[in-house]
Every structure is written in structure tokens, then in C-alpha cells.
């Protein structure tokens, strides 16, 4: 009887400490970035399938949306997902996603490696990332932020999740006091894979049995990433170099081509009427 009561009470207390966990994350002021994903390529590269056991249901590492937001005390990413649940109780309200958001501030030094469980990934050539938040259940989320001098500062209590109401969305709320000042300039690497409280960094790899990940390739369920070409998620996992999106008008790449281009067009035009004068 005393250990049934225990139990009931251990019970009651994880509820309501996740009960807390999801009032603490309701509201979001100023979006910073927002971005879409694909539904239906959470299969990796191509060739990775879900855990067999029935707890896993389709569409759990299906990244749907990206946002990131802030107010005058926090800074919000707000992750949607085809899919939550939460079948042994974690008290942020899901149990099965790992999840690594990387930012690049633009800012130096930055870190090049992406550490994916026993594998590590590469950034792409000098877009290293200067803030990484890695995001799990039962309280295993992390704020890992790279100092001015090259020092790796790991934070814990400034950083909490948590589900909102629409049961699909999980949020990452952070102290804006640990963060540098949010910029719509900020690229965003996010990673998606399954939870294993056992595994090296917590991220669930390939392997034999009902709990470990099908197939081939790395352990990552999901990228946010360009549907199609050359950074497409298929590519990017495939050789292991990624890169960061950014929000709409904000990536230097895409504003570099677009002026090459215009470059480009203006020449055509000057040679073509030069001759034309000639002529």
C-alpha cells in the first residue's frame, strides 16, 4: 500500500510539473524567422525508417514549421511536428524527439562540428555556428553557447521546453539574457531525431530490435532544409556537410547571386548595344 501511494504521488508530481512546463511557454512577442519544411521527408536521406515498436507513430519527426520569436524576457523557437505524443509521461508533454537547433550569429570564433550522437556532421566552409541548443525530454535540454574567447559555456536552467496547445508544436523557450541580441540575419541549422535517454547524447541510432532506427544512413529523421537542389536535405546528409537557412531576404548567399546576376544582365545589355551602336 505505501509503495502504491508512493508511486501515485511520484505520478501526480510529474504531471503537474509538466502541467507548469506548458503555462510557462504560451506567449511569444516579436517573430524574428519563420520557415516551412516539407511534409512527408522524414526519412532522412532517403533510406531511414522509424523504430517497429507501436509507441512509434508516423509523422513524429515529420519537421512541419520553424519559427523564432522573442519578447522582453525570452527567446521562443517554436518547432511543429506531423505528429506528438508522449507515452511514458515526460513531463515537457513529448517523449520521442531529439533535437539540435544550431545558430550562426555571423559573430567569431564559431564551431564547425555538429556532434549527432557517435557521429559527427560538418558545417559548411566558414558558416560554423556560435549557439547550439540541444532540445530533449526529462529535463536533458542544454543551451551550449561559444564565448569571445573560444570557450564552450553548456547552461541548463536558462533553457526549458515545453508543448502548446495545438499538441503539435513543441517550444524551446530561453533566457534572453543568454543569448546574443536576436538578428534576422541569423542562419539556423535543425536537426530532428529520435530520443534515447541511454544513448550518447541522448540521440537514438541505427541498430536491430523494435527501439532502434531502420535503415541506412545517419540518425537524423529530419532537416530543415530546400525541398530541391544541391542542399536539398538528401544531399546534405548524404555527404555530411550542412547549411543554415536563413529567413526570407536575409541570406547573404542569395543576395550575393542575386547581384552577380544583376551584374551579369547589365553586361549583356551594355556589350549588346555597344555593338548594336557600332553596327
Known sequence: MLARNVGTVILMVVL??????????????????RFSDVRGDDAG???LFYPEHAVYVPGLFDLLGFEVS?????????????????PFQAPEGYFHQRIEI????????EKTDIPIGSHTLQTGLGL??????????FDESRLIVVGADGQVQVLSEEVISGILPDNQTIRVQVNSDALPQPDSAWGYYVLVGSFDGLAQ??????GDGPWQVGGEGLPVFDLLSPRFGRRSQKNQLSEGVLYP?????ANPV?????ALGVVLVLGVVFIWRWRLGRS
Do not use: C, H
Open 102 to 109: 544550431l545558430i550562426r550569429t555571423g559573430e567569431s570564433p
Open 45 to 47: 536521406a532517403g533510406q
Open 254 to 258: 542569395i543576395w550575393l547571386s542575386a
Open 245 to 249: 537557412v536563413y529567413a526570407s531576404g
Open 70 to 86: 522573442r519578447d522582453a524576457s525570452f527567446v521562443y523557437f517554436d518547432l511543429r511536428f506531423a505528429a506528438l505524443t508522449n
Open 128 to 137: 560554423g555556428w556560435n549557439v547550439r541548443l540541444s532540445v530533449a525530454p
Open 201 to 206: 547524447g541522448s540521440w537514438r541510432d541505427l
Open 16 to 33: 503537474f510539473a509538466g502541467l507548469g512546463m506548458s503555462l510557462k511557454v504560451q506567449s511569444a512577442g516579436e517573430t524574428i524567422a
